[in-house]
């Protein structure tokens, strides 16, 4: 049964995931990547994070990418108009970048290879009991300083937004 | 019980299809959904080793990968709305002007 | 779904009497058949498709709009063996779900490729955004005291009485995050005050302009769902949910818990409709100044309080 | 109520003021200002004047009252605490630096207070309160240091309180660094005492110093070294020889300062210190013969620079010099009981002194120089009046403070058991010298015709009430102070007293000497007024020499200033600055802008290429740990 889950959430998020490249309007890029963001989340659940999976479904498909859509929206945007390249100096780095990704993706099926796949013995799911008690003791530092991040990034928004100051 | 290396190997084809995607695309907006797509595949694989190894850091590490990715996206769709307006366009290649 | 319906006819005959006319009434005894008419109508309309409209999530904006509304019922416990599946997160959960709902709207409002409903549908998703912040930190306050993400667990926390006779629910202890709670959910359902997004004298209808029909009933049905969702989440964080007097033989004592259940959401239910049959609509720039500068800082200061006298009991 | 309970308010309630002066000096008006500047010391001199009465009621066995406050500093086996003592050298000096202070603080407010810095010279004073008392009352010399520190911070930023004037911020910075060098001997003494005994606790050091062995006369054992150390600090704080040299141009000051700092108290502090450390000091007579032998000599040698210097501050700034050499004498002598009392005397008369010159100077607008002046006994009644008392007192003439402790002073003297006639004899000497140059000043500047012109000053005018009221209280003590049994109170064991006969013949030659002093001086300016001028003819050389103050100045400036000057021009700043570290930064500089001018054509200004540097760069990052 769980098997079943997983390569139907598994095939749901690469499926998905290559439409938000093969779409030529962004509008429906975003969308498919919410399907990937609900799929990958739906994963989350498989692997007992129950929280960080709600979390990552109001966090991005609930805020992050109801931003993406708004400012399509916003700016009204057409479809990307086919054919137009940007350069023809960059056709290189398609010559190297497809093989490098290859390369990557195959140096990382080597690393799992030799991952150990020992299951461990302690079952953990993680609560927001959990999390918080680990957020807010070992990691509090960190924790706060995202909130600084999070405050510069609201202001940078903020500036570069606006028209004039 | 799922084994670790399919997750493993699901995070990593995501990741590509992200790469993929960074390079392939010229909307700047299609640039930031790829960077996405990277962050939840690395989301991913840590959430897949935290279970494996029952611990909760893995966890927590998604949590900031997710307030950075809120930054991100805020901060990067400031600068699409301010590229938009002073160019007409999202084409990441039409805007090179900051180089040498 | 036919408690749905019989929502809309519950507001329409009440806000006649507010006003005082009649309201519908002609089918069937006090107009109880009034909703089968609309559904029947609501089918048998022609499908209008606007010419520009981006067809494919013109059609998906409704489903997408009403299936996270429908789906966050799967985890409200109506009574104490009454739910469908409960998971230990099942509030977020809910916010999770409710939180997707945005995007019928905002699709819908696309997707109709016309000023209006883009406007409403912008408006609509700003002001979501906006009061979900709000929303979503009123709540902590009940969490801290309550200890628990689950809902069931929520409403079992809270059974019992102080000093006899004052139930021990929430709403004592937490005011002020009661208030808040109250007005972001009257907001997040774009309900009077805070239907700006499909405010007749603007907008038209707002979003759903351009829809008829099923679609637009599926609309109409998504935002009953959602108040009655919040309602029922408002019930279960601060009145005790299902807790109520238990008497009378097994079967009745059996039923009184969904019973006491029902009846406070109809109380919430019936407050909407007072609310919007009396208080005039506000101006968008109010609205986003209310929420942002208003109800997100006394939330916020909520918290604080109650995490000080939580950390100092 | 116990005021040993409050003791803690007495340093604490000044740096109130000198907080809230300094902060909000700026809003607040001038009486404002002056009430919280005088007020917080007021309330130090009542705490302390009610501990003091009340210290002297203890019984022996409660005595010292200690209280300590917080552990200050803990670091392995070191230990100092936050702590104040309260004994009988201490009540005195608190007495003496909050009694004096006071007054000089109401001075102030009358001198001061036409000047923009108002705020800022009562924040300063204030602090210098806080640091002197924290010096007098500390229980361990690492406290003490710092307060030793801080009055030095103090007297360098009172010195160069009006720093638009070159000379007022040379002479702060002269002050500083020569201070330094002596401050540099007090820490040396302070590690080397903890070295040695285990701990900087005053009390801890005394018994554990008491168990040491004495150490004879030319042996430099420990103990020797540690108060040969402290006497290096001591003669920077207290202007002894070699480090004398900043104190006749801390006279750049304002003229409270010079009272306050440069007269009554801060200069005291080391012969405090050594009069606190008296049981180290028992233990190293070689230590106690340097301590004569300078005092001694910069006795003398201060004193006859004072003889032909012609500005009032610059005489009593060689006076104060002079005098504390007295003071060292004393200790050096091992009487250090005398040592204190002509310290709180000279606290006194030296105050008066310093004051009535100040009063002299405004009302003569600013002109120092007493050979422009003349005749100001009827312009300046009261002035004049506590000046002559002043004079009187320090000359030493028989009734009043000066006369009893000077006696005091070369009686111990002579009896002291090495060189005691010879000292005695430059101490005599010195008090001649002493007499002789205060009426000297005295009448060039009371007496005689105005040698003033109106051009030069407008309208001589006795000086406002808040000025000559601490004058009035100065001179009162300067002539009562002697009456107060002050060695006896000290309880130091004084030297085996020498036999009646003796002593009248020691205080019959004191008096000789002053009377010499005062008759000489009336000779040669009133009587016979053109036989300076004759005699400096007649004696160029020596006349020359003293004008110019033995050439010291210059001396240091050929001997230590001018071969560090070279050094650092020649090689620190030309081979090791420029060559070598504008060498390295240029050259580092260099290199980055060459790789950069490399490295930039990567710098396409397309995101793309940009990704494909950080890809290539994470599949290098892969395959390193892969390998």
């Excluded at chain 3, 021990?168 to 005050?193: D, G």
């Excluded at chain 4, 440069?262 to 233990?283: C, E, N, P, Q, W």
């Amino acid at each position: 049964m769980i098997q079943i889950l997983f390569f139907l959430f598994a095939a749901l998020a690469v499926g998905a995931a290559i439409n938000v490249l093969a779409q030529k309007h962004v509008l429906y890029s975003s969308l498919a990547l919410i399907v990937m963001l609900t799929a990958v989340s739906a994963l989350f659940i498989l692997l007992q994070a129950e929280f960080l999976a709600v979390i990552n479904v109001i966090v991005y498909a609930g805020a992050i990418m109801v931003l993406f859509v708004f400012v399509i929206m916003l700016l009204n945007l057409p479809a990307d108009p086919a054919g137009e390249d940007g350069s023809d100096r960059l056709r290189w780095l398609k010559l190297i970048g497809i093989p490098l990704g290859i390369f990557l993706l195959l140096m990382v099926g080597a690393t799992v290879w030799n991952v150990s796949n020992s299951t461990n013995a302690t079952q953990m799911t993680g609560t927001a009991q959990a999390i918080g008690q680990s957020l807010f003791t070992d990691y509090l530092l960190p924790f706060e300083l995202t909130s600084l991040l999070i405050l510069i990034a609201l202001m940078g928004a903020v500036v570069f937004a606006k028209k004039d100051l | 019980m799922i084994p670790l290396h399919w997750y493993l190997i699901l995070a990593a084809v995501l990741f590509l299809i992200g790469v993929l995607g960074f390079f392939l695309k010229r909307n700047i907006i299609t640039l930031l959904l790829s960077v996405e797509i990277m962050l939840n595949a690395v989301n991913l694989t840590f959430v897949a080793f935290s279970s494996q190894h029952g611990l909760i850091s893995g966890q927590i590490f998604v949590f900031f990968v997710l307030v950075v990715a809120a930054a991100e996206a805020a901060v990067g769709l400031a600068l699409v709305i301010a590229m938009f307006r002073n160019r007409e366009s999202l084409n990441v290649d039409r805007s090179n002007l900051l180089k040498w | 779904m036919t408690a749905l319906a019989y929502t809309t006819l519950l507001e329409r005959r009440v806000i006649a009497f507010v006003q005082m006319r009649p309201g519908p009434n002609r089918v069937g005894p006090m107009g109880l058949l009034q909703p089968l008419a609309d559904g029947l109508k609501f089918l048998l309309k022609e499908q209008v498709v606007p010419t520009n409209a981006n067809v494919l999530l013109y059609y998906a904006a409704p489903i997408v709009s009403l299936v996270p509304a429908i789906l966050s019922f799967s985890v409200i416990p109506f009574g104490p063996d009454l739910k469908m599946s409960d998971v230990s997160v099942s509030l977020l959960f809910v916010f999770a779900i409710t939180s997707l709902g945005v995007y019928g709207i905002v699709l819908g409002g696309w997707a109709s490729n016309s000023k209006y409903p883009l406007m409403g549908a912008m408006r609509a998703s700003a002001q979501m955004l906006s009061y979900e912040l709000s929303l979503t930190l009123s709540v902590v306050g009940v969490l801290m005291i309550g200890h628990t993400l689950s809902l069931a667990e929520l409403v079992t926390s809270q059974q019992g009485t102080w000093f006899g006779f004052i139930p021990r629910w929430n709403i004592f202890l937490q005011p002020v995050a009661f208030i808040v709670y109250i007005v972001s959910a009257v907001a997040e359902t774009n309900r009077l005050p805070f239907d700006l997004a499909e405010s007749e004298q603007e907008l038209v209808a707002g979003w759903h302009t351009e829809y008829s029909g099923m679609k637009f009933a599926m609309f109409f049905l998504a935002e009953y769902a959602n108040m009655v969702t919040v309602s029922s989440i408002a019930t279960i964080l601060f009145l005790g949910g299902w807790n109520g007097p238990s008497f009378g033989p097994w079967w009745l004592q059996m039923a009184l818990p969904t019973v006491w259940f029902i009846s406070k959401i109809f109380c919430f239910i019936f407050a909407y409709i007072m609310v919007r049959a009396t208080v005039p609509r506000i101006r968008y720039d109010q609205l986003m100044q209310f929420g942002w500068k208003v109800l997100l800082p006394l939330a916020v200061a909520n918290i604080l309080i109650t995490s000080l006298v939580v950390a100092l009991s | 109520m116990d005021f040993s309970n409050w003791l803690w308010l007495i340093p604490i309630s000044p740096l109130l003021g000198a907080v809230i002066n300094g902060i909000l000096g700026s809003r607040l008006s001038k009486s404002v200002i002056g009430i919280i500047g005088a007020g917080t010391v007021a309330l130090s001199f009542v705490i302390s004047l009610g501990a003091f009465l009340q210290m002297l009621q203890e019984p022996a066995s409660a005595m010292p009252i200690i209280r300590n406050y917080f552990v200050w500093i803990q670091a392995g086996e070191f230990h100092a605490n936050f702590g104040f003592l309260l004994d009988h050298l201490s009540g005195l000096m608190i007495l003496i630096v909050t009694g004096v202070g006071f007054l000089i603080h109401v001075y102030s407010t009358g001198y001061m207070h036409d000047d923009s810095g108002f705020y800022r010279f009562f924040a300063y004073l204030n602090l210098f309160m806080f640091s002197m008392l924290t010096l007098v009352l500390a229980n361990n010399y690492l406290l003490m240091f710092v307060g030793w520190e801080g009055v030095g911070l103090c007297s360098y930023l009172l010195i160069g309180f009006w720093f638009g004037k070159k000379s007022a911020t040379d002479a702060g910075k002269k002050a500083f660094i020569v201070n330094r060098v002596g401050d540099f001997g007090f820490i040396l003494a302070t590690m080397l005492i903890f070295w040695t005994f285990k701990s900087v606790d005053y009390g801890q050091v005394f018994a554990a110093a008491a168990s040491f062995p004495l150490e004879p006369l030319g042996m430099i054992g420990t103990v020797t070294a540690i108060c040969l150390l402290m006497f290096v600090g001591a003669t920077g704080k207290s202007a002894q020889i070699p480090l004398y040299v900043w104190l006749p141009d801390a006279m750049e000051g304002p003229t409270p300062v010079s009272a306050l700092i440069h007269a009554a108290t801060m200069v005291t502090a080391g012969v405090y210190m050594i009069a606190r450390s008296a049981s180290l000091f028992d233990r190293a007579p070689g230590a106690l013969l340097v301590v004569a032998c300078v005092g001694a000599a910069t006795a003398i040698f201060a004193a006859s620079i004072a003889l032909v210097q012609t500005d009032i501050k610059k005489v009593l700034a060689y006076s104060t010099v002079s005098q504390l050499g007295y003071m060292f004498l004393a200790c050096g002598a091992g009487a250090y009981a005398a040592g204190v009392f002509h310290l709180m005397t000279h606290a006194f008369f030296k105050a008066l002194l310093f004051l009535g010159a100040g009063s002299v100077i405004h009302g003569m607008g600013g002109i120092q120089d007493i050979q422009k002046m003349g005749g100001l006994r009827y312009k300046m009644p009261w002035t004049f009046r506590t000046f002559l008392v002043g004079t009187l007192a320090i000359a030493g003439i028989p009734g009043l403070a000066g006369f009893f402790s000077k006696d005091m002073i070369l009686a111990a003297v002579w009896e002291s058991p090495n060189f005691g006639h010879i000292l005695w004899a430059v101490g005599l000497l010195t008090a001649g010298f002493t007499s002789f140059y205060m009426f000297r000043l005295l009448i060039l500047t009371f007496f005689g015709e105005a040698r003033y012109t109106h051009e030069d000053v407008h309208h001589v005018h006795e000086s406002p009430a808040s000025m000559l009221i601490p004058l009035v209280i100065l001179a009162i003590g300067s002539i009562g102070g002697g009456y107060l049994n002050i060695p006896g109170y000290l309880g130091f064991e004084s030297a085996e007293a020498a036999s009646a006969s003796v002593e009248h013949l020691l205080m019959g030659a004191s008096i000789a000497a002053a009377l010499t002093g005062l008759a000489v001086a009336w000779l040669f300016y009133v009587a016979r007024p053109e036989w300076p001028a004759r005699i400096a003819s007649g004696a160029d050389a020596l006349y020359s020499i003293l004008t110019h103050k033995f050439y010291i100045d210059e001396v240091y400036d050929a001997v230590i200033v001018l071969p560090l000057l070279v050094t650092s021009r020649e090689f620190l700043w030309k081979v090791v600055d420029t060559l070598m570290i504008d060498g390295t930064v240029n050259g580092i500089g260099q290199l980055i802008r060459s790789s950069a001018d490399g490295l930039r054509h990567m710098q396409s200004g397309y995101v793309r290429t940009y990704a494909a540097w950080i890809l290539a760069g994470g599949v290098l990052v892969v395959a390193w740990f892969l390998r």
